[in-house]
């Protein structure tokens, strides 16, 4: 069957760093999506990686490694406003997205 | 950059009656659109894939006789449910795909909370 895992919940402190990850077995692959959600609101694309490899978007950074179904999403210089849900998804065969059940990330001051 | 329209943003009705949704791509074509339904604290579940000009695909469990998906141009989805019950209150969120794009990017719409008394 086709899965997304990812950590419930992650708490950390303004101002660090934080890296959630995202293991994946999909039919197929053809790439991986990070999004964020604030509460009640929907989904925000963040990125998106085809490619072995680490890219580099401002404080936000992903990681994908196909061979091992592992991608992971960097957070730096952690903000207040960065507290929400992380979701990742993998593309399959079908150019369906599979969805992970989402990583709440809670910012402490 | 692309950018995806509900409305309305929040519905209340009474059980048994019927509540059309619309999405629109406000400024690309969008071939499929995606239906989603998220309850509270719970990840994005697909209903249901709507391609412009063709029946919409349902996922398994999806009623398609309570869910209508109507797709009828390259920038419009409209989602109807029929006969809504209280179990049917949920966020309902749209996504769409830019015809013109290689990576396969969802764009989302603001989202629709129906309640249903």
């Known amino acids: 069957g086709q899965n997304i895992d990812q950590p419930t919940e992650m708490t950390a402190t303004e101002g660090a760093i934080v890296q959630i990850n995202c293991t994946y077995q999909?039919?197929?692959?053809?790439?991986l999506f990070w999004y964020q959600q604030h509460a009640g609101e929907a989904p925000t694309f963040l990125s998106y990686?085809?490619l072995d490899g680490l890219e580099e978007k401002g404080r936000f950074s992903s990681f994908l490694s196909r061979s091992k179904g592992y991608s992971y999403l960097l957070l730096k210089e952690l903000q207040m406003k960065d507290s929400a849900s992380y979701l990742c998804a993998a593309l399959d065969s079908n150019y369906q997205l599979i969805w992970g059940a989402g990583t709440k990330l809670i910012i402490k001051p | 950059g692309a950018v995806v329209s509900q409305h309305p943003s929040w519905v209340i009705c009474k059980s048994g009656t019927s509540v059309k949704i619309e999405c629109r791509s406000l400024d690309f074509q969008a071939t499929t659109m995606f239906w989603y339904r998220q309850f509270p604290k719970q990840s994005l579940m697909l209903m249901a894939t709507s391609n412009e000009g063709s029946k919409a695909t349902y996922e398994q469990g999806v009623e398609k006789d309570k869910f209508l998906i109507n797709h009828a141009s390259l920038t419009l989805s409209t989602l109807t449910v029929t006969s809504a019950h209280p179990e049917d209150s949920s966020f309902y969120i749209c996504?769409?795909?830019?015809?013109?794009?290689?990576?396969?990017?969802?764009?989302f719409g603001p989202g629709t909370r129906l309640t249903v008394l």
């Open positions: 999909t039919s197929g692959f053809n790439g």
């Open positions: 990686n085809v």
């Open positions: 996504s769409a795909r830019d015809s013109l794009e290689d990576h396969n990017e969802q764009f």
